[in-house]
């Protein structure tokens, strides 16, 4: 393989899961957007295939970093190149950071081996570096990254390689979140492994909530192609609630959700794994302001619109 001879740059994004995330990994659908921030991944000429990962990572997400991209270089013939990676995102906070780092990781990666960083061929390779991160994921959010659009995501079992099936959702209305962060973060797969055991204890229970999330996400993929935001919004509120139910929120949480909700939140829930921390989303038709006062009261938050049609002069 000959060295790649020109820099190569690539961008892959965060994502917020706007309902579904968990019972996801069980089959039933659910509902992710992608972020205007992610990681950028930058790749230089260099003698062997190497990884220069971010100096914020703690010892063991270097380590994990490093044994992905070993999995992925493999993969595409170890050409010779460098990988730089700049998060934009907070790592582990529940924002696809890792699903970010493969895809933007996969693209480099490709165009050094000489192919085409097509969303198809993206989402494999960052599937195997998923894989390495998360265990067992669903595949929605490296998927949500490589296509960057609104999905309905449903996890399939099929050939290798192929994870899930998405569907684009178009919205006639601005879909906009805050995104605020409350708490310390636990692990995805930790918070994964814990609802496992309970679900594996008490099956037919566990799958009457997962059941109730996935007929959420059904009327909520509807409600984003009408345009109907209180409908999404509403939706959103009660998969908060089974969330809790499946015991996956925390105080920190829900004092979180239920803030966003007095700000004037159509509907507001935890995004991503849950646990005793991580991202809080609130659906907003005027989000700024929002953010401009979480910010003034020291909340970590930024807006994002995942949807419909855009305001001129907004980056798409
Ligand atoms: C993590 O962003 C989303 C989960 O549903 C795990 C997964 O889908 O692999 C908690």
Redesign the pocket.
Known sequence: MTPAKNPLVAFGAGKV?LLG??S??YGYPAIAGPLTIGVVARGMPSRSCVLDVPVTADAAQKRMMRKAFARAAKLVGEPKVKVTLEPQLPLSA?L?SSAALAVATSRVLLQAAGQAPTAKATARLAWEMEQEF?GT??G??HTTSAEEKLILYRRVQAPAGVTGRARELKSPRPVSVVVALAGARSP?KL??GALRERQARWPERYKRLFGQVGRLVTDAAKAVEAGDLEGLGDAMNVNQGLLNALGLSSPALEDMVFRLRSLGALGAKFT??GGDGGAVIGLFSEPEPVVARLTRDGVRCFASQLAGPRAQGDIP
């Open positions: 899961i995330e968990h996801v990994v529940g696809g998360h994921p669903s929605v959010d995805t918070t994964v991503g794994a």
